[in-house]
């Protein structure tokens, strides 16, 4: 069985394996692949391995091998799974491999919201501190989780993980999700309206997928129900938000902040909004990206190839 990976830098920059797939077939490994190297690469392929690398119904056709697709991710709107379907194609997915990381990004960025670390850091390291009368000084107001309210829209496994986190350092939560689940542990939760959520929320978080519905969710109606003094935080999907809407927010004090680790366009077009946006802050993708994640996606990547050659395929998307 050959087994092409076409950008398998994002998951295993070196630090990783891919013995558990060499194990399951010959296996080519290329960092990164432009979508007109698609078809030349993966000519022979039985297994197509993809982090962000589409394919679409025209380069499936082109593959007359090509019998499984996995996806080194949780979403899928890379692949035509219509197309795939058609040709016989299993796709498979990794879901709720980022669930612990992404949650622990959420709540960097609250902390840091919260106690301006690096910003004091740097005040340090510039003297501020040593010139000091006092024996502390603080350059940015601070505050404290307790009894602060966190609106969570979308309520799947990060979501409820967020929760349980909020819930630990004493905060309140709200959730706003298609269905209420009523999860162990979690029971003081309250489910409430979308514009309840974000006028009630000191941090609101996105953790919904991408749909028509949630496309450009927040925008200029939506945060104008929100508190001046709300901080947005969206490790979901770019789409969510209305960029330059947010901006304008932001650089006329209608919200207090933002942090975010996905953009509309990834890598970022010159001229995004969010860039230079007054108290936002902005990470490259990371959320998902830590090494455990990492290697717990590795592991379950290829028991999803290894299940679909047994003949019990698993974690499968389009059918």
Not at 20 to 33: K, N, P, Q
Not at 190 to 208: G, K
Request: overall charge negative.
């Amino acid at each position: 069985m050959n087994i092409v990976v076409l950008d398998g830098y994002t998951l295993n920059p070196g630090d990783l394996s891919w013995a558990a797939f060499e194990a399951l077939g010959l296996v080519t490994v290329y960092d990164r692949t432009e979508p007109s190297l698609v078809v030349e690469r993966a000519q022979e392929a039985d297994v197509i391995l993809t982090n962000k690398t589409p394919l679409n119904a025209d380069i499936i056709a082109s593959l007359p091998k090509l019998r499984y697709i996995g996806v080194l991710a949780t979403g899928c709107n890379i692949i035509d799974l219509s197309s795939a379907a058609e040709h016989g194609i299993t796709v498979t997915n990794i879901p709720d491999y980022s669930t612990m990381s992404v949650a622990q990004l959420v709540f960097a960025y609250v902390l840091e919201h919260c106690h301006h670390v690096q910003r004091h850091s740097d005040a340090v390291k510039e003297g501020q501190w040593s010139r000091s009368e006092h024996f502390m000084f603080a350059n940015y107001p601070m505050v404290e989780l307790a009894g602060k309210s966190i609106g969570i829209i979308g309520y799947g496994q990060i979501g409820q993980q967020v929760a349980r986190i909020a819930l630990a350092l004493g905060m309140k939560v709200l959730v706003n999700s298609r269905t209420e689940k009523q999860i162990a542990g979690l029971e003081s939760v309250t489910f409430t309206s979308l514009e309840q959520l974000l006028s009630a929320s000191d941090y609101v978080t996105l953790h919904c997928p991408l749909t028509e519905q949630t496309q450009r969710l927040i925008n200029n109606e939506t945060i104008s129900l929100m508190k001046p003094s709300a901080y947005l935080i969206n490790t979901a999907r770019g789409g969510h938000i209305a960029e330059e809407e947010l901006a304008a927010a932001l650089n006329e004090g209608r919200l207090a902040g933002a942090a975010v680790d996905v953009l509309s366009v990834e890598p970022p077009s010159v001229g995004n909004p969010l860039i230079g946006a007054k108290n936002c802050l902005i990470t490259p993708h990371i959320g998902w990206a830590t090494f455990e994640a990492r290697q717990r996606l590795m592991a379950m990547a290829a028991n999803n190839l290894a299940q679909y050659q047994a003949g019990k395929p698993i974690n499968r998307v389009n059918g």
